[in-house]
């Protein structure tokens, strides 16, 4: 097996880093570009997710009285969280992403307290991304069938293209929802076993 030796700053003994965690390295940080992709794509189709419409809503003789409506995502709380919630996400995956590729420009040690910080981080973008798709898919299920018992009535009919366009932003972050879930137990599995990627030789 081909290894690469490095030498642990402040330390006598040489480290050697072994060459199967570099795939490894290199699946977390592909599986991070397409979490930033989908979450991102997320973010930017529910934002500039508008329609407006004219409707008649009643007739007056024969002169149709019409109303112009626009529907968009702020009109919405829950859509207003999850734009938000994927917008966040996106950052924090770009972040990771950046700081993974100039980690070793720069001797940027990952060990430790930062396996922690990473995992944990993880872990909460996980949290708040879950919580604000499924609060996104209540609201879609809401608009596409309304709620008979509470006299709520469905608006889909109305508004198709802003549904559509809707669905497609909550896929989109259900992927990343997913793939975030793997990298949140990727970042746990390297924090709990450090030494399957660094080892102390002896000096």
């Known amino acids: 097996m081909a290894s690469e030796n490095a030498y642990k700053p402040g330390s006598k003994a040489p480290v050697v880093l072994s060459a199967s965690a570099k795939p490894k390295n290199w699946v977390l940080l592909l599986l991070r570009v397409v979490a930033f992709c989908a979450t991102a794509a997320g973010t930017i189709v529910m934002a500039l997710n508008k329609e407006t419409n004219t409707f008649v809503v009643a007739t ?16 919405t709380p829950a859509f207003v969280f999850f734009v938000i919630a994927n917008g966040l996400v996106s950052f924090h995956n770009l972040l990771m992403i950046s700081v993974s590729i100039f980690a070793g420009k720069f001797n940027i040690d990952y060990k430790g307290l930062r ?7 993880d872990m909460l973008n996980v949290a708040l991304l879950s919580a604000a798709v499924n609060a996104a898919v209540f ?7 309304g709620n008979s018992h509470a006299r709520w009535n469905k608006i889909c009919d ?3 293209t802003f549904c559509s366009h809707g669905g497609g932003a909550i896929v989109a972050s259900y992927i990343g929802l997913g793939l975030m ?3 949140s137990v990727m970042s746990i599995l390297k924090l709990l076993s450090p030494k399957s990627t ?4 002896d000096p």
């Open 60 to 75: 007056i003789g024969t002169t149709p009285i019409q109303v112009t409506l626009t529907a968009k995502f702020q009109h």
């Open 198 to 201: 660094y080892q102390v030789a």
């Open 158 to 160: 109305k508004f198709e």
């Open 115 to 121: 396996h922690g910080m990473v995992a944990i981080l």
């Open 139 to 145: 609201m879609a299920e809401l608009g596409k069938h």
């Open 181 to 183: 879930l793997i990298i």
